[in-house]
């Protein structure tokens, strides 16, 4: 009999693990699958070159920075709403914008802030200027990317590579190009007269000033263009 109990009790703990490990891959799975639709959309924040890494300083870098020009436009990675807009002795200038399916981005160091707490953002809007402000050494941004919450141990925080693409010390990333292009959408209304535009290939400047009616000198004023040169999946404001 107390064999018998015995086998019952061995077989049910068997079964209970083999469980908790099916529902483990499953929630791995799940995860896995939640990153790879996110990284479809997320687009590069600013214009530059990769300085720094996820993990590096002895693991306690939790972001990439990305060295550029004084006052570089930032843009908003995804949609969403600003959670914290404030001066930091540490950050800088810094944001925190909360996105869909529980991501929240940060982005440090700005010269300029110019989005407020509460307001909702667009991907590819506008919401700051590349800086050096707090604990800075040199032009960059610092950013970050973190699940459900920020938290001061940060001990949510992801590689941003994981949501934003490839991240290796000087390679050069461009604001508004998405990592992936399957999920892109054309000419997205964002709010008034302003929406954007994301190129496509074989567009040109004139092509995309004629059906905005614009001017190419326009175009090139309010997306802060050097030259007439654009790339597919690049993102154009259109402010009419």
Not at 203 to 227: H, M, P, Y
């Amino acid at each position: 009999m107390r064999d018998y109990i015995r086998r019952l009790l061995i077989a049910a703990i068997m079964a209970l693990c083999v469980s908790l490990l099916f529902l483990g891959g499953k929630q791995t799975e799940a995860s896995m699958q939640d990153s790879k639709e996110i990284q479809a959309g997320w687009i590069w924040p600013t214009d530059g070159v990769i300085s720094d890494t996820y993990g590096t300083r002895h693991g306690t870098h939790k972001g990439i920075d990305i060295a550029g020009s004084l006052n570089s436009p930032i843009v908003a990675v995804e949609d969403g709403v600003v959670g914290k807009s404030y001066y930091s002795k540490t950050y800088g200038n810094v944001i925190f914008i909360k996105h869909p399916n529980n991501f929240v981005t940060v982005y440090a160091h700005l010269n300029n802030r110019l989005v407020n707490e509460g307001q909702e953002i667009k991907k590819g809007d506008r919401i700051g200027t590349m800086g050096r402000t707090g604990e800075s050494t040199g032009v960059h941004l610092h950013f970050e990317s973190h699940q459900i919450e920020w938290t001061f141990d940060k001990k949510n925080a992801i590689d941003p590579e994981k949501l934003l693409g490839h991240a290796e010390v000087g390679v050069a990333v461009q604001g508004g190009m998405a990592g992936r292009t399957d999920s892109l959408e054309v000419s997205t209304t964002l709010k008034g007269d302003i929406a954007r535009y994301i190129v496509q290939a074989g567009d040109t400047l004139t092509s995309i000033a004629k059906k905005s009616n614009l001017t190419v000198a326009k175009l090139k004023e309010v997306n802060q263009l050097k030259s007439d040169l654009i790339r597919p999946e690049q993102i154009l404001v259109i402010d009419k």
